[in-house]
C-alpha cells in the first residue's frame, strides 16, 4: 500500500498521545487520528504524511471501542473546547495515569515510578469555575460567542456549556443577547475592529459570587453604566462587571488594566477552609474541589509537624501558602506578579495568618539575596517548567522537601531527572489529578526527599 495524503486506510487505534488524538499503526508508521478511542477499528483518511508518521481523520468506524460513548454536549463533535467527551471517563483516568509514567519513564529516566491512580472529585462535568469565550458575528449577523471550532477560528456558538459550573449559564445567555441589542460590535481580529474581544465568566463554588468581564479593543462602550447596573441588579449572584482593555493586535486574552464598572473587582471563594478574594485576571485553578483534594494530598504526604520553613515559589495569590502556612513555623512565598503578591498578602491578612511573608521577584535570585534555607519548597511553575537556575538554587540549598505541581508532565519529567541526577533527591511517589476531565490536560504532584534522609 502506498503511503500518501488522501488514501484511506483501515487501522486500529492502540494508544492516546499527549495531545489526546488516538494512535495507530500503518506500514510500520505512526498515525494520529482526532476523535478516536483505544480499541476502535477505523477507515481512516490520510490528511498529512511524513516519511515516519501521518495525520489522519475518521472516515467510517468499522467497529467501536468498549471504552467509546455518547458525548454529553450536542456539539462535541464540532467545538475545540473538549477533547474526550467522547471516552469513557474511568478510561480518561487510565490514560491520564499512563500519559505520567510514560513520561517519567521517557523523558525522566526513572524505573518503574511510583504513580498513583488519577486524584478526582465530584465530577466529570459541570466543574469549570472560569470560562472565557471569543465572540464574533453569525452569517446572519448575529452576535455569537462560544469556543473556536477544533483547528480554526470558526466560533461554535454556545448559550450553554457542560463543563462549566452550570450556574453561569442563564448569565452567559444574557448578556450575549444585550450586547446584540445594544449594538456592540464584536471584534474583528482581521481588521482590528469592533469593540468586544471576549465574555470571561467566573464563580466561586462554594460561595456562588460571579463576576463578569468584558475584554474590549476600547474603553468607550456606550451606555456600559446602565448596562452593567441592569446586569448586577437582575443577576444576584453577579457582584462585580469589570472591563478590561485590550487594544493590541494579540492572541492573549486579557490586556494589562482592568476597570470595575460596578460592584466589586473580586469574589470570595473559600479554599481548604480559607477564604480567598479571586480577581478576573487571578491564576486560581478552574477545579476547584480537585484542587482543593491535591492540598489535602500534599498535608497528608508532608506530615509536618509545625517547626518547618517552607517556601513556595511561583505562589500566585496564595492558593497553596496560605493552607500550609498554618502548619509551619514560617512561610515565604515568592512570585514575578507583583498584583499577584498584593492579592496574597490581602488574602494572608484576611485569614489572620501572620506567619507567612510575600515578594515579588524571580525565584532564583530571592532565593540567594534573602539567604533563603527552607525545610519544605513547593514548586508550582507554568507549563514551561522550572528555569535551570531555580533548579541549581534548590541542588545548593539542599531543602529537605520538594513538591513540584506540574501543568505539564514533559516538563515535570525533565526538571526531576535534573533534581535526581547525582542521587540529591530521590522521588518517592507522584500523584496525578485530573483538573481538567473531558480534556488530555493532566496535573500531578511529584515527592521527593533528599537522599540522605531517604
Sequence with gaps: MEWRQGELIELEITDLNDDGDGVGRALSRAVFVPDTVPGDLIKARLVFVKPRYGYATINEILKPSVYRVRPKCIVADKCGGCQWQHIDYQYQLEAKRNQVVQALERIGGFVSPRVDAVLHTSSELGYRNKATYPVGKSATGNFVAGYYQK?????????????????????????????????????????????????????????????????????????????????????????????????????????????????????????????????????????????????????????????????????????????????????????????????????????????????????????????????????????????????DALLASKPKRIVYVSCKVATLARDLRLLCQNGVYTLTRVTPADFFPQTAHVEAAAFLVLSQLA
Aim: hydrophobic share 40%; proline share 5%.
Design 151 to 391: 483547528n480554526s477560528h470558526q466560533i461554535v456558538n454556545l448559550n450553554q456549556c457542560p463543563v462549566q459550573d452550570q450556574r453561569l449559564n442563564p448569565l452567559l445567555q444574557k448578556v450575549k443577547l444585550d450586547i446584540q441589542s445594544h449594538g456592540w460590535q464584536p471584534y474583528d481580529e482581521k481588521l482590528h475592529t469592533g469593540l468586544i474581544r471576549h465574555l470571561s465568566l467566573r464563580i466561586g463554588r462554594r460561595t456562588g459570587e460571579m463576576l463578569l468581564t468584558l475584554v474590549t479593543k476600547d474603553w468607550n462602550i456606550p451606555g456600559i453604566g446602565v448596562v452593567a447596573q441592569e446586569w448586577l441588579d437582575s443577576t444576584p449572584p453577579l457582584v462585580g462587571v469589570m472591563l478590561n482593555l485590550n487594544g493590541e493586535r494579540t492572541n492573549a486574552i486579557f490586556g494589562r488594566e482592568t476597570r470595575c464598572i460596578t460592584g466589586k473587582n473580586f469574589l470570595r471563594e473559600e479554599f481548604q477552609k480559607l477564604e480567598f478574594q479571586v480577581r478576573p485576571d487571578t491564576f486560581f485553578q478552574v477545579y476547584t474541589e480537585t484542587a482543593e483534594a491535591l492540598v489535602h494530598q500534599i498535608k497528608m504526604e508532608l506530615g509536618l509537624n509545625g517547626k518547618e520553613i517552607l517556601l513556595d515559589a511561583y505562589c500566585g495569590i496564595g492558593t497553596l501558602t496560605l493552607p500550609l502556612a498554618k502548619q509551619v513555623s514560617q512561610a515565604i512565598g515568592i512570585e514575578v506578579q507583583a498584583e499577584a503578591v498584593e492579592q496574597a498578602r490581602v488574602n494572608a491578612r484576611h485569614n489572620g495568618i501572620a506567619n507567612v511573608n510575600f515578594y515579588t521577584g524571580t525565584v532564583e535570585k530571592l532565593i540567594k539575596s534573602l539567604g533563603i534555607l527552607p525545610d519544605v519548597v513547593i514548586l508550582d511553575p507554568p507549563r514551561k517548567g522550572c528555569d535551570k537556575a531555580v533548579i
